[in-house]
């Protein structure tokens, strides 16, 4: 089953169910995917949904810290909750051995030598890693293995 027929199976149950928030968020999820389906002449795959369930993550995550300094905790903490149930569709995560595995790989693939050879390796691992793996903590650690 694609992400996308998820995502309408788990709308269905949570409306039958009553659960509002998941509803909220759900149909809010499920507009953000039709409008980039407008964009496209075909139907999007499962990484093209993970990055918007991403976006919409960040989008809740910057929208509770504004709540939060705007002194509505109530607000954040429902945003926080909204941002949590996306999480929920997202691909497990790489661990740090996998991650340094996939690295390792795609620094001997890139034949990088140094720090200079960073934008390579990035070029070669980020379509792998893509959705399991946040982009600023790959660089960090490419970085590093490339300074060794």
Do not use: C, W
């Not at 999007?44 to 993970?50: G, H, R």
């Not at 300094?69 to 661990?95: I, V």
């Amino acid at each position: 089953m694609s992400l996308n027929e998820q995502i309408a199976q788990d709308y269905k149950v949570a409306f039958k169910g009553h659960e509002d928030l998941r509803v909220s968020v759900l149909r809010m999820l499920r507009a953000e995917i039709k409008n980039r389906e407008f964009d496209q002449p075909a139907a999007l795959d499962d990484a093209q949904i993970v990055a918007i369930i991403r976006s919409q993550i960040k989008r809740r995550e910057e929208a509770a810290e504004g709540f939060a300094k705007g002194g509505k905790p109530d607000m954040a903490a429902q945003e926080r909750a909204e941002g949590e149930m996306l999480k929920t569709y997202l691909p497990p995560a790489f661990s740090e051995a996998e991650l340094d595995e996939l690295i390792a790989v795609a620094v001997e693939e890139a034949g990088a030598r140094g720090p200079g050879d960073l934008g390579k390796v990035m070029k070669v691992l980020m379509p792998r890693v893509a959705g399991r793996a946040d982009g600023k903590l790959v660089n960090e650690r490419v970085r590093r293995a490339l300074s060794v």
